[in-house]
């Protein structure tokens, strides 16, 4: 195998999960634009559908499943629609994730299970049902984020917690999962990158972000997309546990 074909998954069965909106749907094009085949899950069915028909416009297969991950029941049946549909699934992209700007001394019982549901146990219920299926070469990618490294001048309690809580998930599966069953499980930390989430963040915020950007801008979700490729692929068939930050700098600032 050449340098070059270790970076190729064509072929490859992909779950992308929170696949409706902003950073899934970059994940979803650059899976489909790299040839695999794409399985896409989210709550919404109609923005669903237009993922749906935006990776079958670059000539990829995808396959639309309705799923609610924090539920592990759905988890479970998007993993066996898949399985269905394909016969295997060979990346999970757990991506479904929300947050809330609530200080907290407000923050209700409510509104913080309820994210940390949806971001933590919405990780590991996909996880789970994948890991069952695997095969050895197999890929896990978790989305974590800065905010489970750093802050970010928003109070973020549950969100932050959530995605510290998803690199501690990602390096037990990685030790669970890598000897026994060849299945590498890493997480990729974003920092600041436009999406439905950051649209209902205040006007300048978030402030802390801005100074420390060492590369000067905010980034693309293509990088994200391309950084998602390299660890589902052979090309980082070596590496398995770890929460590659993608943040232009700002956690060394």
């Not at 992909?14 to 909106?21: C, H, K, Q």
């Amino acid at each position: 195998m050449s340098v070059l074909d270790r970076f190729r998954i064509e072929g490859k069965v992909v779950i992308v999960t929170g696949a409706s909106s902003g950073l899934g749907v970059a994940y979803a094009k650059g899976f489909a634009e790299a040839g695999a085949t794409v399985v896409l899950a989210a709550r919404r069915a109609d923005k669903l559908q237009q993922t749906v028909k935006l990776v079958e416009s670059l000539g990829a297969h995808a396959l639309g499943v309705v799923t609610d991950v924090a539920d592990p029941h759905q988890a479970g049946a998007l993993v066996d629609a898949a399985m269905a549909d394909f016969g295997r699934v060979d990346v999970l992209i757990n991506n479904a994730g929300v947050g809330s700007a609530v200080p907290a001394t407000r923050e209700t019982p409510e509104q913080f299970r309820s994210v940390v549901d949806i971001n933590l146990s919405g990780s590991y219920w996909p996880a789970q049902a994948c890991g069952r299926v695997m095969e050895p070469g197999s890929s896990i990618i978790n989305i974590s984020s800065i905010l489970g490294i750093t802050t970010a001048g928003l109070p973020q309690a549950a969100y932050s917690a959530s995605k510290a809580a998803i690199s501690g998930l990602t390096r037990d599966l990685a030790q669970q999962w890598g000897s026994r069953k060849g299945i590498r499980v890493n997480a990729i930390a974003p920092g600041y990158f436009a999406s439905e989430m950051t649209e209902d963040y205040p006007e300048g915020h978030p402030p802390a972000i801005g100074p420390r950007l060492i590369l000067g801008r905010t980034g693309d979700p293509e990088e994200l997309a391309a950084t998602a490729i390299w660890l589902a692929s052979p090309a980082s068939g070596y590496i398995t546990g770890q929460t590659i930050v993608v943040d232009g700098g700002v956690t060394i600032n």
